[in-house]
Every structure is written in C-alpha cells, then in structure tokens.
C-alpha cells in the first residue's frame, strides 16, 4: 500500500501565477482534504471532497479551488498567488463517515512563491 | 479563542527525560484528541489518540485528557534522539482537523 502520495514535492512560482497540487488517496479511501502548513503554524484546513463535490470548506479565498477525480483523487489549485501562500500544502484522505482519527496525510507539496 | 492552543516551544531535552507536552481546547463538546508527529520535511503522522477524558498509554507515550480543564498532555519517557520533531494535538473541531501551533522538541544525546 503506496499510502498518501503528493506530487510535486518541491516547486517555486513566481507572484500573480496559478498552480497545481495533486494527491492520491490511500486505497480504499474516498474522501480527501486538503490543508495548509505555514512555517512554524499547524495545518489549516482548506477544503474537502467526497464523491467529487467539495463538502466543506475552511477560511480560505476562492483562490483556492479543488477537484475530485471518479478514482478518489484530488487536486488544489491555486490562482493569482501571493508571497503569503508559500507554505506546505498537506493533503488527507480518509473514509466517508469515518471519524478523523483514521486520516492518514501525505509528505506534503512544499510551494514557494517568489 | 482560538480552537486549539499549543504552546510552540521550542523545547530541548537531554537523552533520557520525561517530556511534557500540553494543549488546550475551547470547546467542552470534543471529544477526540489526537497527537502526531512531524519529522522536518515530512506529513504528520498519528501517534495516538484519545476519546473523552482518561489516559491511553502506548509504549514510551502515554497521552491524557483532562476535560475539566480542557487540557491535553503527551509524556514522552525515556525520550531517544528519534523523538525529535514536531508533535501536533489536534480534534475533529469545526472542520475534519483542528490542529494546534505545534512544538518542537529536541532531544539532545
């Protein structure tokens, strides 16, 4: 079992430009969350999605979007970036109904905006 | 009040002794704490969990939820320069996690 995979791992844009993130979910999990982790904070959370529809949604602006794929995975997407987005961005996946104690996260994708 | 709080440290140890880690909560209604850990560059990991109050030991970690005072404690025992990281509480708060600032502990051979 592969676990949480996130691509890329490492990637720097420059202000103003778009971006995005992907990550597949541990197998047999359907439900994906997406959070972000700025240097020395704890990781917000962002958005999640089950059955390819956003359920819920943290404190962030709709530049940040999502996608879910029939295969359960996901994607985040990043519009007109800001030097304040640089951080690890954290992806979760788990089982629809299941409580998060059994969320499992990726190495996460570390963005740097310059 | 923020949902979680977690004094962020940083914290250095010698090889060998008890660590206290600690977190507060706002709201009474949680009742799953989790703590993971975060090694430098990587996801955080689940280390263990807890339902409403008591303590859950594992090994070295023993965690404890005190929901009088809603407050949250990792003890780390004979802690070994591997335990070096970040450890995050968090609860299924508002949203799937709530996670706290997070500390970071060294544990100095």
């Known amino acids: 079992d592969a676990g949480v995979t996130q691509s890329p791992t490492h990637l720097i844009k420059t202000r103003g430009q778009q971006v995005t993130l992907r990550c597949s979910p541990k197998?047999?999990?359907?439900?994906v969350s997406w959070y972000q982790q700025a240097l020395g904070q704890g990781p917000q959370f962002i958005f999640q999605y089950y059955e390819e529809e956003e359920r819920q949604r943290g404190n962030f602006p709709d530049r940040f979007s999502g996608h879910q794929f029939p295969n359960y995975s996901s994607e985040l997407n990043v519009n007109a970036l800001l030097l304040g987005d640089s951080a690890l961005y954290l992806c979760?996946?788990?089982?629809?109904?299941?409580?998060?104690?059994?969320?499992?996260f990726g190495q996460g994708t570390r963005l740097t905006v310059v | 009040q923020k949902e979680v709080e977690q004094d962020p440290g940083p914290l250095s140890v010698p090889e060998g002794a008890i660590v206290s880690l600690n977190c507060t909560y706002s709201?009474?209604?949680?009742?799953?704490f989790m703590w993971y850990r975060q090694y430098s560059r990587k996801g955080p990991e689940l280390l263990m969990y807890t339902y409403s109050s008591g303590n859950k030991e594992d090994g070295r970690f023993t965690a404890q939820v005190d929901k009088s005072s809603k407050y949250i404690s990792l003890f780390i025992r004979d802690s070994q320069p591997s335990d070096s990281a970040t450890y995050l509480c968090?609860?299924?708060?508002?949203?799937?996690?709530?996670f706290g600032k997070g500390t970071r502990l060294s544990v100095i051979a």
């Open positions: 197998s047999g999990h359907d439900t």
């Open positions: 709201n009474s209604a949680f009742q799953y």
């Open positions: 979760a996946s788990s089982l629809a109904g299941v409580i998060s104690t059994e969320a499992f």
């Open positions: 968090a609860t299924p708060g508002n949203t799937p996690l709530v």
